[in-house]
């Protein structure tokens, strides 16, 4: 495991060992947070994105191309 790993297990032990209400408290300060707020909103369209099909850089690029020349 990463040190990154390491410490976002010791964090996510901490939030789950808190009651509810804890909880509660501690996810509305985060979503005040404006950063944080990027972060999440960043994080729940990947999640909502995730099954989409992709393409490569290289189509996008030549597709992004082929529409300016129209």
């Known amino acids: 495991m990463t040190a990154q790993g390491a410490t976002a297990e010791v964090f996510w032990t ?3 060992a808190l009651s509810k209400k804890e909880r509660e408290v501690f996810l509305q300060r985060l979503l005040t947070e404006s950063e ?3 972060d999440l909103i ?12 992709s393409r490569s850089l290289d189509e996008y690029l030549r597709d992004r191309q082929r529409k300016r020349t129209l």
């Open 42 to 53: 960043d994080l729940a369209i990947i999640e909502q994105r995730k099954k989409e099909p």
């Open 36 to 38: 944080f707020q990027e």
């Open 14 to 16: 901490a939030f789950r």
